[in-house]
C-alpha cells in the first residue's frame, strides 16, 4: 500500500532541530521532503555531535529520507530555480527568526501569489506575531519563559531545564499537526494557508492541568520534585539496589499497594484514608514504603506491585530503555546504513499505523546530494 | 470560512488526560467530538481539581466543544444507540488498558466490519503490543521508563519527573498527528486503519539527539540541571535579584555575550575560546557573568543581553506567564463562559491558521448534556 504522505512535497528551509523534526514526521508518512541547505556547510547541525565516523549522528536522526539541495537564497539563478520548486510545493517549512524570510521575499504573502494552495508553517520561540516577535530563542528559553522550568525540579533547587529539548519537540510535534489539519482542509477545498507555531506557546500548552490550578484557584503551582500535587504515594522510592517510581493516584491502588506490601493496618491509619491525607503525610508514608522496598532489588520490587496492578517502574537511564525488549520489540529503534556513517541506529516513529506502517527507506543525504534535481527539473520545463 | 474539520465526527471512549487532549485538538479544529461517558459519574476528571464554583478546571480545559452523552457498554440497549454512532463515526479515540476494548466487543478488528473507513486510534501506557502491555501505567511511569526522569534535574539530586504530564501530553500531540495522517490518507484512498501510540515510545521520542549519543558514541546522557552538554554559558544564572537563563550555543553568540557585559578580556581567555572549552570551565565563566549580573536585576539583565542578539530570559512561574503581555497577545489564555462556572480562563491552542483559525465556540459539556442525540437518531431510522 502507498504511503499516507505519497505525491506530498514539502520544501523545508528549516534547520537544526524543531523544523527538521517536523519535516521529519512528514517524511516518514512519505512525503518527499526536499531539504534546502546553505551551500558548502550546510545545516548546522550537520557539525554537531554525537559523531559516528565523522558524520552527525544529530543530523541522521532528524534527516533520514529527506533530499538535499544547496542553494543561496540570494543568487539570482538559485531563485529562478527554487522559485519552480515552490511553484510545484504543497507545504513550506522554515524556522528563522521572524522576519526573515520576508526580507528574502520568500514569506507567505508573496509565495502564496504564485501558489495558492500553499501550506506554509513558521515554526520560532516567539511566534510571527506578538510583543517578543523579534526577540532570539533556544530551547531553554522557551522551558524558562513559558512556566515548565518553573515547575520542574525539587523545591530546595534552581528550576530545572527538561533534560530533552521539549520546546522544540513540542513545537515540531504541534506544528505537525497543524500542517496537517490545512492539508485536509487543503484537499477538501483547495485553499492553502499560513501556520504560525511559537515554542513558548507550545510549552505554555504543556502545562496542562498547572494553568488551570492558577486561573480556576489562584494557586501558583511550585516545584515538588517526581511528586503528584494531588495525590500519594506518587514519588521515587529507594529499594534495597536502585530506585523505583510507584505512581498511587487514587484509593483503590492504595489498597492493593498495602495488599502487596502486607501493610493493611496503614488503610486503617487516619493519616492514610485519603489521597489529599496521603499527600499531606507523605513523609510519613515513605517510611513504610521504603522500609518494605529494603527487602528487594528495584526489578524484584516493580515485579511485584506492577502483578498487583500498582503503576510502577525502575528509572531507566538511556542505554537500558534502548536496549530494553521493550523498544526492540516496539521498533523505536531503526537501523540504518549510512554510506560514511555504517550501520547506525536511529529513533523510530512512535505512531504505529496498521494499513500504512511507517518504513524508513533511506539514510540522511549528503549536502546536496540531489543538487541534479534541479537541472531536469529546468530541462523538463 | 469553515472549520477545517467541520464534518468530521469522532466518538470519544478517552477518560483523564492523553486521550482527552487528542480529541481537545481534533474539536479545536471544528470535528465533532462526542464523548462517551460512564451514567452518573463521568470521566475521571469532572472530580479532579482545581474547581471553580464546583466545576473541575481539569475537566473544563480538556473538554471544551465537546458532546457529552451516558452510557454503559455493557447495556444492551445502549449498545445498540452505540453501534448506530458508531456506524457514522470517522474517528474512534480510546485509552484504556489494552484488551479492555476487546472484552467489550469494540476493538478496531470488531468494529471495521461495520465501518470500514474508520480510523481507531489507541492510545495506552505501553502499547497494543509488546513486552509490557498489559502493565498499569501513569505518566510518572512513562517519564522514568522512557528515559528523561535520568536526565532531568542536577547532578547530585534524584532523577526527577517533569512538572507537567509530558507522557501524556506527547502521546496525545504524536496521536492528533496520526489520527491527521490517517484521516488524509483515507480522504485519498477511502481506507480506514487503526493507530497505536504507546506513552514510553512517545516519552522516548522526545529525548531527541540524546538518544544518539548513546547509538553513536556509547556515551550515557546524565543529569546536569539546566545546562547543555556542548556548549557554555548555558545555564540559570543569578542576578541582584532572581534568576534569569543564558543560552549561549555557539561562539559568535558569546562575542556578543562578552560585548554586552564588557568583559572582552575573556575572549581571548584560553579557557573559553570554544564550546567546548567553556563547556569543562563553566563554573569559572559563571563567576564572571554573575559578579556582572550583581549589578542589575533580572529584568534589568534580559533587557540588555536580548538586545545585544543574545537568548535570554527570566524564569517565568505559572501565574507570570499567565499574565504576560505574550500571552494575552498571542490568544494562549480564553475567556469561557460555562454556565456553573461562570467565566473561565483555560489553555489557547498554539497552533495559529491563518485562513481557519481556532474558534472555541462552546464550554465543557455537562454530563450527559446530549444523550437526547441518541432518542433524535432512533427517531430518524
Known amino acids: 500500500m502507498k504511503q499516507p504522505l505519497e505525491g506530498i512535497k514539502v520544501l523545508d528551509f528549516s534547520r537544526v532541530l524543531a523544523g527538521p523534526y517536523c519535516t521529519m514526521l512528514l517524511a516518514d508518512m512519505g512525503a518527499e521532503v ?4 546553505r551551500p558548502e556547510s550546510g545545516d548546522d547541525t550537520r557539525h554537531f555531535g554525537p559523531f559516528q565516523n565523522g558524520e552527525s549522528g544529530y543530523f541522521m536522526f532528524l534527516n533520514r529520507g529527506k533530499k538535499s539541495i544547496e ?6 539563478s538559485d531563485r529562478e530555480s527554487l522559485m519552480r520548486l515552490i511553484k510545484e510545493a504543497d507545504v513550506i517549512v522554515e524556522n528563522f527568526r521572524p522576519g526573515v524570510m520576508k526580507s528574502l521575499g520568500l514569506d507567505y504573502e508573496s509565495l502564496k501569489e504564485v501558489n495558492k494552495g500553499l ?3 513558521s515554526i520560532s520561540g516567539f511566534g510571527q506575531y506578538g510583543p517578543l516577535t523579534k526577540r532570539p530563542a533556544y530551547d531553554l528559553v522557551a522551558q ?5 522550568a518553573s515547575i520542574t525540579g525539587h523545591p530546595d533547587n534552581p528550576p530545572t531545564r527538561s533534560g530533552a529539548s521539549i520546546g522544540d519537540m513540542s513545537a515540531a510535534l504541534y506544528a505537525a499537526y497543524g500542517v496537517m489539519v490545512a492539508l485536509f482542509h487543503r484537499e477538501r477545498t483547495g485553499i492553502g ?3 504560525d507555531v511559537a515554542m513558548v506557546d507550545t510549552i505554555f500548552s504543556l502545562l496542562e492541568h498547572n494553568v488551570m490550578r492558577y486561573t480556576s484557584e489562584g494557586v501558583v503551582p511550585e516545584r515538588i520534585g517526581s511528586r503528584h500535587p494531588i495525590s500519594a504515594p506518587f514519588d521515587v522510592y529507594e529499594s534495597k539496589e536502585g530506585s523505583i517510581v510507584i505512581a498511587t493516584a487514587n484509593d ?4 492493593k499497594l498495602c495488599k502487596v506490601m502486607n501493610t493493611e493496618h496503614l488503610l486503617d491509619d487516619e493519616r492514610f484514608k485519603t489521597d489529599i491525607l496521603r499527600g499531606e503525610n507523605e513523609a510519613e508514608l515513605k517510611v513504610f514504603i521504603e522500609e518494605w522496598l529494603s527487602n528487594y532489588t528495584a526489578d524484584e520490587a516493580v515485579e511485584l506491585i506492577s502483578e498487583a496492578g500498582v503503576p510502577c517502574s525502575t528509572i531507566l537511564n538511556i542505554a537500558e530503555i534502548s536496549e530494553s525488549d521493550h523498544i526492540k520489540e516496539r521498533e523505536m529503534l531503526l ?3 549510512h554510506p560514511v556513517a555504517g550501520k ?3 529513533p523510530g516513529n512512535p505512531v504505529k499505523l496498521s494499513a500504512t506502517p511507517v518504513k524508513v527507506t533511506s539514510p540522511s543525504p549528503a549536502l546536496g546530494e540531489h543538487n541534479d534535481m534541479i537541472k531536469n527539473l529546468m530541462k523538463s520545463e
Open 119 to 121: 501550506v506554509y508553517c
Open 193 to 195: 494557508q499560513a501556520i
Open 34 to 37: 526536499i531539504k534546502i541547505e
Open 335 to 337: 537501523e540504518v546504513e
Open 252 to 255: 483503590p491502588l492504595f489498597v
Open 144 to 148: 524558562a519563559m513559558g512556566g515548565i
Open 344 to 346: 547506525t541506529r536511529i
Open 71 to 76: 542553494m543561496n537564497l540570494k543568487d539570482p
